[in-house]
Nanobody, 120 residues
């Protein structure tokens, strides 16, 4: 069982930056792949980025590639999503999730979600 606690998010103007964090207390968190997803009201949840257990492999949705960076610090049991050059269309509730496998992820554990609002 992995419990994920998110922090960060908020309101920012277009072109600005925000940083989201996803933390877990379990030491086994370092064995999990972690992904970030987002969901707008009335829409399905969409994939944003993922990172494998070591941080050596990352993958991004085309819509955020070059603007967002996912990273992890296994010593601190945290995964971060640095979001730069934010656009109004990035507005959504963001969720982190953990999966035992990076290449065939089953996102078994989810954070509580955090609102990101980008004003134009």
């Amino acid at each position: 069982q992995v419990q994920l606690v998110q922090s960060g998010g908020g309101l920012v103007q277009a072109g600005g930056s925000l940083r989201l964090s996803c933390a877990a207390s379990e030491r086994t968190f370092s064995n999990y792949a972690v992904g970030w997803f987002r969901q707008e009201p009335g829409k399905e949840r969409e994939f944003v980025a993922s990172i494998n257990w070591s941080g050596g492999s990352t993958y991004y949705a085309d819509s955020v590639k070059g603007r967002f960076t996912i990273s992890r610090d296994n010593a601190k049991n945290t995964v971060s999503l640095q979001m730069n050059s934010l656009k109004p269309e990035d507005t959504a509730v963001y969720y982190c999730a953990a999966a035992p496998s990076y290449y065939d992820p089953r996102w078994d554990y989810w954070g509580q979600g955090t609102q990101v609002t980008v004003s134009s």
